[in-house]
C-alpha cells in the first residue's frame, strides 16, 4: 500500500504541474484546447487525490501499524469517529486536507469560468504543487521499518486532548477557512496580472464572505471546545496557535470591507489589493509557525518539527516574492479616489480597515515574539511571547473603536452626511446603551474606563443594526450586513461580559467539612480511583445553592501520551451566567501517629505488638516510575498471631496504598514510604474510630456572566454573513458579462 500511495501522489503531482502548464500556454496562446486540457487535467487531480483519501481511511480502518501514519494516530481501541479524527491528527493529515480543499475550490472556478480562470488556476495549482512536494518528502503512507513494524501489537492513538466529538468537526471546518484564504489572494494577484485591477474584486467578493464565514466559525468552533472540555478557564487565551488561524481571517475582513469601500467610492484601492494578496502570506506564516516547532514551548497546540521548515520557508519567500512583483508593478495603475473631508460610510468604512489592519499588526507581532527573539542579535537571547493581558489591554482599545464604527457606519448613505434612520431610533439606541454603560459602572465600579466605552458602543451597535434590519425589509444585502453587524457587537458584547465582569475564586474543601462560599454551601465528599484505570481519579462534592442542589464530580487523568495530568471541567449553565469548576489540586494529610520500622523490628501498642517482616520487590520500573512491594506484618493479641501483607504501590511519586484496617488491635495503617536501602518503611496509623487520611481538594470557580450572549453573537454572525454570501454568489450570477450599477443594494455594508 505504500507504494500505491507514493504513486497516487506522484500522479496527482504529475496532473498539477501539466493542468499549470496548459494554463500557462492558454494565457500566452489563446488557444481554447489548452484551456479545456488544463481543466480536464484538474479534474483528473480531484479523482486522485479522492483516491488518496480513500486509500488512507482504508489503512486507519483497517488497522494497517506498518504506516507509520496509522501507527502514531490509530489505535485498535479508538471509537470510529476517532478513527475518522485520526485522518487530520498529524501534520501530513493535515496537508493532504489542505491540498483536498484547494482542489475542490479550484474545481468549483472552474465551473464559473470567467475571464480571470486560468490565472486564479495557476496560483491554486502552485500551492497544491507545494503541498504536493511537501507530501512526497513526508508521506502519509510512509512504511515503518519491518522489524520495528513486526513489535507493534496497537497503535499510539490519538492524543487523549483531541478525544471529544468536536475533533470530528472542527478541524474540517476550521482548515476549510484557513485554505480558502488561497481563492481571494488568487483573484487578486489574476487580476494583478492580467491588468484588470479593479474587476477581480466582483467573482473574489463572494469568496471573502465565504472565508470570513467558515474560517471564523472554525475558530469559535476551537474557542468553545476549549470552554467545555479542556479546563483551560476560558475560551480564548492567545495562544500562538490560536492566534495564527486569526492572522487571515482579519485580513480577510479588512479586505471584505475595502471592497466594499471602493465598489462604493472608488478609493482605497492600494490597500485592499495589499490586503488581498497578503492574506494568503499570513496564512502560510502561520502554518509555519504552527509546524516548525518554532513555539512549541509556548503553544499546547503547535506541532512538533518533521523538518519541512525550507520548503515552508521557500514557499512564503515565492509566493511573496511574486505578490509583490505584480503588486508593484501594476502601482502606478492602481489609482484611487481620495476619501472625503467630512463624515460618511466611506469614512467609516475606512476606519474599519484601518482598525483591523493594524489588529492583525498587533496580533503578528506579539505572536512572532518567539521567533524573533531566536536571532543572535537580540539581547538576551531568550524566548519569549506576548502575555494574554498584554493582548486583552491592546484590545479592549480596539473593541470600543470598532462597537462605534459599526454603529455609526449604517448610519451614513454613500457620499452624504444624512442619517438613514430616524432621529427617534438613534435617541432610543443613544439613552439605552448610557444605561447600560451606567449599569455596569454601579456594578463594578473599578474596571478600567475603556471597558465601560466597549459596552456603551456595542450596545449602540446592536441597537442602531436592529433597526436598520427592521427598516430594510426591501434590501436582502442590507439585511444581511445588519445581522452580522447585530453578530459581531454580541460577540464584543459577550467577550467583554465573560472576561471583565468575570470573578474567579479558589477554594479549599476539606472532606466531610462544610465550606460556605456566597450563597453556596459545598461539601467534598468522596475520592476514588478508576477500578479500571488507575490513571483516572475523581472527585465528588455537593453544591448547595439557592437554584438547586447537585453532586459534581471533577475528574483527572494520567496521560502517558503526553507524560501529564488533564483535567475535566464542570459547567453550570443559568440563563445569565455560568459556574466554571476546575480542579486545580488534591492534598492527603496523614493524621495520627508516624513510625518508621525495619525489617523485623516491632510497635508496641497498649501491650498488642505489630510486627513488620519484611518486603518483597513486585515491580520496580525508573522510567515509568512504578514502584511496587508486598509489605509482610505479625500481629500478636493475647499471645495469639496472625499475619498480613498490604500492597505499597507508587506511581509516578504519587502513593496509591490502600488503608488497612485491623480491628484486633483497634488501629487502621498507611504505608507511606518504602526504603529500599535499608528495606525500612515509614507508615502512620491511628485508632480505628477515628480519621487516618484528610483528603482536601483545590478547586477554582469562575463565574462567567453572559457568556451565552458571545455563543449567540457566533451564530448570529455566521447566518448574517452566510445570508450576505448567498446574496453576493446570487448578483455575480445574475450580472455576469454585464457592468455592474454600484447602488445602495449592491455595496451596503
Known amino acids: 500500500m505504500h507504494i500505491v500511495g507514493m504513486i497516487l501522489i506522484l500522479a496527482a503531482f504529475i496532473a498539477s504541474i501539466y493542468s499549470t502548464l496548459h494554463y500557462s500556454f492558454y494565457i500566452t496562446k489563446g488557444d ?68 483536498l480543499y484547494i482542489v475542490i475550490f ?53 492524543n487523549p486532548l483531541l478525544k471529544n466529538p468536536w475533533m470530528v468537526i472542527h478541524p474540517p471546518m476550521l482548515f476549510m477557512g484557513y485554505t480558502s484564504v488561497i481563492i481571494t489572494s488568487a483573484y487578486a494577484i489574476a487580476g494583478l496580472w492580467k491588468n484588470d485591477l479593479t474587476g477581480w474584486m466582483k467573482p473574489a467578493l463572494p469568496w471573502t464572505l465565504f472565508t470570513a464565514a467558515t474560517l471564523g466559525l472554525g475558530v469559535m468552533m476551537g474557542g468553545y471546545w476549549a470552554y467545555v472540555t479542556l479546563g ?71 506541532f512538533s518539527s518533521l523538518g519541512l521548515n525550507d520548503f515552508l520557508i521557500a514557499f512564503m519567500i515565492v509566493y511573496l516574492f511574486v505578490a509583490l512583483y505584480w503588486f508593484f508593478r501594476r502601482w502606478s495603475g492602481l489609482k484611487s479616489k481620495p476619501l472625503a473631508d467630512k463624515f460618511n460610510k466611506e469614512m467609516m468604512l475606512a476606519f474599519v480597515v484601518i482598525i483591523f489592519s493594524l489588529s ?59 442619517a438613514i434612520l430616524p432621529t427617534k431610533d438613534i435617541l432610543i439606541s443613544s439613552v ?65 461580559t465573560s472576561s471583565a465582569l468575570a470573578k474567579t475564586d479558589r477554594l479549599l474543601l476539606v472532606q466531610n467539612t462544610p465550606y460556605q462560599y456566597k450563597d453556596m454551601t459545598f461539601l467534598y465528599t468522596k475520592y476514588y480511583e478508576d477500578p479500571k484505570d488507575i490513571n483516572f ?25 503526553n507524560n501529564g495530568i488533564m483535567s475535566r471541567p464542570h459547567l453550570d449553565y443559568f440563563w445569565d451566567k455560568d459556574f466554571y469548576y476546575t480542579f486545580v489540586n488534591a492534598y492527603q494529610y496523614p493524621q495520627g501517629e508516624h513510625r518508621v520500622l525495619k525489617a523485623g523490628e516491632t510497635l508496641d501498642i497498649d501491650g498488642k505488638e505489630l510486627k513488620f517482616l519484611g518486603f518483597n520487590v513486585l515491580e520496580m520500573n525508573p522510567q515509568k516510575s512504578i514502584f511496587r512491594i508486598n509489605a509482610d506484618f505479625k500481629y500478636t493479641v493475647d499471645g495469639k498471631s496472625e499475619y498480613i501483607t498490604t500492597l505499597f504501590e507508587q506511581l ?77 454568489f446570487s448578483q455575480t450570477r445574475t450580472n455576469e458579462g454585464s457592468k455592474e450599477n454600484v447602488t445602495e443594494e449592491a455595496v451596503s455594508v
Not at 388 to 402: E, I, K, M
Not at 477 to 484: G, K, N, P, W
Not at 538 to 557: R, W
Request: aromatic share 16%; net charge neutral; proline share 3%.
Open 32 to 99: 481554447v484546447t489548452y484551456l479545456k486540457q488544463a481543466n480536464k487535467a484538474h479534474s483528473i487531480l480531484l479523482y486522485i487525490f479522492i483516491a488518496i483519501g480513500v486509500l488512507l481511511f482504508s489503512l486507519i480502518l483497517t488497522h494497517d501499524f506498518s504506516i507509520s501514519y496509522v501507527a502514531n494516530y490509530s489505535s485498535t481501541k479508538e471509537e470510529l469517529m476517532y478513527l475518522i479524527s485520526t485522518f487530520w491528527a498529524g501534520q501530513e493529515g493535515t496537508f493532504y486536507l489542505w491540498a
Open 106 to 158: 479550484g474545481s468549483i472556478i472552474i465551473r464559473k469560468n470567467d475571464s480571470f480562470l486560468p490565472y486564479v488556476m495557476i496560483v491554486i495549482h502552485l500551492s497544491v504543487l507545494f503541498i504536493l512536494l511537501i507530501l512526497l518528502k513526508q508521506s502519509p503512507f510512509r512504511p515503518l521499518d519491518p522489524e520495528i513494524a513486526a513489535t507493534i501489537e496497537d497503535g499510539r492513538g490519538l
Open 232 to 302: 483551560w478557564g476560558g475560551y480564548w487565551a492567545w495562544d500562538p496557535v490560536e492566534n495564527a488561524s486569526i492572522f487571515p481571517w482579519f485580513t480577510i475582513v479588512a479586505c471584505f470591507h475595502g471592497i466594499l469601500l471602493y465598489r462604493g467610492s472608488q478609493s482605497f484601492l492600494k490597500t485592499t489589493t495589499f490586503l488581498a494578496i497578503i492574506s494568503y502570506f499570513l496564512m502560510l506564516y502561520g502554518s509555519f509557525l504552527t509546524r516548525s516547532g518554532v513555539i512549541a514551548n509556548f503553544s499546547v497546540h503547535s
Open 360 to 418: 492583525i499588526f498587533a496580533i503578528l507581532i506579539g505572536t512572532s515574539i518567539p521567533l524573533f527573539t531566536m536571532f543572535e542579535f537580540i539581547a538576551d537571547k531568550q524566548q519569549a511571547a506576548a502575555q494574554p493581558d498584554q493582548y486583552n489591554t491592546v484590545f479592549s482599545y480596539v473593541a470600543v473603536f470598532l462597537g462605534l464604527f459599526l454603529a455609526l457606519g449604517p448610519l451614513f448613505k454613500w457620499k452624504f452626511s444624512k
Open 432 to 496: 439605552v446603551s448610557v444605561l447600560v454603560a451606567f449599569v455596569v459602572y454601579s456594578a463594578e465600579p473599578a474596571l478600567k474606563l475603556q471597558y465601560y466605552g466597549v459596552f456603551l458602543t456595542t450596545t449602540f451597535a446592536i441597537l442602531i443594526n436592529g433597526f436598520i434590519y427592521g427598516r430594510s425589509k426591501h434590501s436582502k444585502i442590507l439585511q444581511a450586513s445588519s445581522v452580522s453587524h447585530i453578530g459581531f457587537g454580541l460577540i464584543l458584547f459577550g467577550v467583554m
Open 537 to 561: 481519579k475523581h472527585y465528588l462534592f455537593d453544591v448547595k445553592g439557592p437554584a438547586k442542589t447537585q453532586s459534581i464530580t471533577l475528574s483527572t487523568e494520567y496521560s502517558e501520551y
Open 652 to 728: 509516578r511519586g504519587e502513593n496509591h496504598s490502600k488503608i488497612e484496617a485491623v480491628e484486633a488491635l483497634g488501629i487502621h495503617f498507611k504505608v507511606m514510604k518504602v526504603n529500599a536501602t535499608n528495606r525500612s518503611l515509614d507508615f502512620v496509623y491511628n485508632d480505628i474510630d477515628k480519621p487516618l487520611i484528610i483528603e482536601q481538594l483545590a478547586i477554582e470557580l469562575s463565574e462567567k456572566p453572559f457568556i451565552i450572549i458571545l455563543w449567540i453573537g457566533v451564530l448570529v454572525l455566521v447566518g448574517g454573513v452566510l445570508l450576505a454570501m448567498r446574496v453576493r
